[in-house]
């Protein structure tokens, strides 16, 4: 079983949706990121959270330690968001990162 | 500032050989690191450094050697290339605390080797 797990897999939504994306992982962690991988491959860094919740623009990115769970929201989605949404955990205590295997969203006008 | 750049782009490879793929960085960042990325499988960690003279090994590090001689540079070497090493390799940094720090990533580098 991967350490850490998304869904959907796959994600199709119109214009204007509000999206969800999941990410629940199985080892201790000191920090969970969001990241973006662009049709051309390029990924930025979208979020790093230790705790709570963070804002950015329409993307919000939450975390709850106890549940081991996470989610990225994108409110007023818009074509210009699809790409490939991926979760990642560097591991409790030392630099060592696991990845999920990434959520491909398509936002359609 | 560049920020981390990789080269080169594409590299195609005879089983067998090796190769050394470039990663630097000009944001005096301490923590660089290499992934893979395989279809279906996200991206694996496979070297990551916490400073100058300082490696250690990730999830799939068979197969690869790394050294960092200079903050700016991570020099990934493969030494002796297999069909199983395809795959697109990112190469990545932070400031110090290493990898709990927001990740900036180079455009990658695409290896095939036949």
């Known amino acids: 079983k991967n350490e850490v797990e998304q869904s959907p897999q796959n994600l199709t939504a119109q214009e204007g949706e509000f999206i969800t994306i999941n990410c629940s992982y199985s080892?201790?962690?000191?920090?969970l990121h969001w990241l973006q991988q662009h049709p051309g491959g390029g990924i930025v860094s979208l979020f790093m959270?230790?705790?709570g919740k963070k804002k950015h623009g329409r993307l919000i990115a939450t975390i709850n330690i106890q549940e081991k769970h996470s989610s990225l929201h994108i409110t007023a989605s818009h074509p210009r968001d699809s790409a490939v949404y991926i979760c990642?955990?560097?591991?409790?205590?030392?630099?060592?990162?696991?990845f999920g295997a990434g959520t491909r969203l398509t936002v359609k006008p | 500032n560049a920020g981390v750049t990789q080269t080169p782009k594409f590299q195609v490879l005879k089983t067998g050989q090796s190769m050394t793929l470039q990663c630097a960085q000009d944001?005096?960042?301490?923590?660089m690191s290499w992934y893979r990325q395989d279809p279906g499988m996200g991206l694996r960690l496979i070297h990551y450094?916490?400073?100058?003279?300082?490696?250690d090994q990730g999830e799939v590090p068979n197969g690869y050697n790394v050294s960092r001689s200079t903050t700016e540079d991570f020099p990934l070497r493969l030494l002796s290339a297999a069909p199983s090493q395809t795959s697109v390799y990112f190469c990545?940094?932070?400031?110090?605390?290493?990898?709990?720090?927001?990740?900036?990533f180079g455009p990658g580098t695409r290896l095939t080797v036949l």
């Open positions: 990545a940094s932070s400031p110090d605390r290493g990898s709990v720090n927001e990740q900036f």
């Open positions: 080892v201790g962690i000191s920090a």
């Open positions: 959270l230790s705790s």
């Open positions: 990642a955990v560097t591991k409790y205590n030392n630099n060592d990162m696991r």
């Open positions: 944001m005096n960042h301490e923590y």
């Open positions: 450094s916490v400073g100058a003279g300082i490696t």
